[in-house]
């Protein structure tokens, strides 16, 4: 099982090797047990009822209670298919606009190319809750409080700011020839986006889509504020208030006496991972190539 | 004839004229966007920091009495300060375990690297509000594990969120969350060192010690750059995990910038003091981030 990758330290021959795999190995693993710990916890939790919570909290309790998943599931669905409804649509935007953009700054020559690349990157460092106000007011006018339109339309304003960027480091690794030859045989910009650029780009993509689905998930701040109506909320203003509401205001400490509402929250909790997980085991290993390849290298 | 050939001119000249718009069009769309709904904004809460405006209403034109405020404003000044605790924290004590672990990880000593690298990335992949809250049972004062554990081996149980120990127990929630992405880019960027440079200097004798200072370390500027900015940028705009965690408090130990503008804004609708919050933090970030290019030497290589 000898590994091909590049190696850190070259093996010398005469080190005491054994004792520094071994060390190395129990340091990875101890750090590894402690990263697992929670989400061992969340796993535990979720199938417990209020007894098992109580008493047994820390080790796995039998018969495993699966109910927990079908009552989470009545309460978090809905969110969970808001999100998924959201970021996907928001998600094929960004990613086109990203190649589109991408192509266009590494592949077209025309003037002010470089001025209007600029313009975009210099604002890759600016953190967006400083115009957050004004974006609320501008959203606001526009009636777009309380819509979908106000969770996709930042997707498309914002996040292909950091996708042209890595998309036209990716693009402009690209030989050539093989634009040359498509040119050759009649192709349009649009075949030599759709046919070539596309197929190769695929990594710098994936790359793109599991970061920007992770901030979609995870968004909280701007749905908190934008969305009202519970019916449109997202995932994770939905999974705060039932918090909220399961603990009985009071986030903090064991303020409900009644376990038996932990079980159902830690398993919507669970429910609520799987699709990045999902997602990550699927593209996951495009996303490490495609940060090999592009944009870290620039 | 002649009609032909001035059509023929004009489908010529509408050809070129095509060709030369072509790129303008391809990245009108985003650019529209990206005007209204980013810069747009931005650009606004230049004016809005100067006014007063409660959300409704006529607004009041104050000049630079919002910024003169905050520098008064000692619940501003104590989530700069706490902020800046959650930067320095990210930048001194999370990205070297992350540079740790990847260098552990990457070395050739190591097997199943996959395995390590998906179950690091693990904890990125849980919901932030489901995280944190997973912490705050953790972190809970008689029944919590940290405590549980602490005792176990015969110390005193913590309180870990009072005021004293709140700000050290939200970065190890965000410690948990994020080193394994930061530790994600560096191996992306250890994989992408050839690796006859190590050869190289294997054969001219360079030690460990030597090899990382002199040889990984310059090469992983790129990808160190990109890692300090973006754990730099996250901290300043983090919000969730404080708000969390202890709602900001106990007695704002845990505010964060983001926190208090949130707060500013909507609690106590002032509008335009919460922009001001918003272009000071716009002013701070700038100045790191020139401060930090300089540092890794970006201006001299592009």
Known sequence: ?298 | MHSITQQHIRERLWYRYQRRLAPYLFISPFYILFVVFALGPLIAALYFSMIKWPGTGPMTFLGLANYLELFEDEIFLKSLGNTTYYAIGAVFVILPVALFLALLINAAVVRAKSLFRIAFILPVLTSTVAATIMFLLMFEHQYGLFNVALEAVGLNALKWLDEELVKLSVLLVAAWRYTGLSMLYFLAGLQSIPTDVYEAASVDGAGRWTTFWQITLPLLRPVSLFVVVVSIIGSFQFFAEPLLLAGGGPNNASLTIANYLYRVGFSYLRMGYASAVGYILAVIIFILTLLQLKFFGAFGRS
């Not at chain 1, 990157?121 to 007011?137: C, K, N, Q, R």
């Not at chain 1, 429910?271 to 996951?284: D, K, N």
Request: glycine content about 8%.
């Open chain 1, 1 to 298: 099982m000898s590994s091909t990758t590049s190696t850190q330290v070259a093996p010398s021959t005469r080190r005491p090797l054994r004792y520094y795999q071994i060390g190395s190995h129990l340091f990875i693993t101890v750090m590894l047990l402690l990263s697992f710990i929670p989400t061992y916890l969340l796993i535990t939790w979720s199938f417990k009822n209020g007894l098992q919570y109580r008493w047994e909290r820390w080790a796995i309790s039998f018969p495993l209670r699966w109910r927990n998943y079908v009552a989470a599931w009545d309460i978090v669905g809905d969110y969970m298919i808001n999100t998924l409804i959201v970021a996907f649509i928001g998600l094929m935007g960004m990613l086109l606009l990203s190649l589109i953009g991408g192509y266009v700054f590494a592949r077209m020559d025309f003037p002010f190319r470089e001025t209007l690349y600029y313009a975009i990157i210099a604002l890759l460092m600016v953190p967006w809750v400083l115009s957050f106000i004004p974006a609320y007011m501008v959203y606001v006018r526009l009636g777009l409080l309380n819509t979908r339109w106000a969770m996709i339309i930042p997707e498309l304003a914002g996040g292909p700011i950091f996708g042209i960027f890595l998309m036209r480091a990716f693009i402009a690794g690209i030989p050539e020839e093989l634009f040359e030859s498509a040119r050759c045989d009649g192709a349009g910009v649009l075949d030599l986006i759709g046919r070539i650029t596309l197929p190769l780009s695929l990594p710098g993509l994936a790359t793109l889509a599991v970061l920007n689905f992770i901030g979609v998930w995870n968004s909280f701040l701007w749905p908190l504020v934008m969305i009202q109506d519970d019916a449109k909320q997202m995932i994770a203003v939905g999974l705060y208030k039932l918090a909220r509401s399961a603990t009985y205001g009071g986030v903090a400490g064991w303020t409900s006496q009644d376990f038996s509402v932990w079980g159902p929250l830690y398993a919507g909790y669970v429910i609520a991972s799987l699709p990045l997980v999902l997602l990550f085991i699927v593209l996951g290993k495009f996303y490490v190539e495609g940060l090999v390849d592009s944009g870290l290298k620039v």
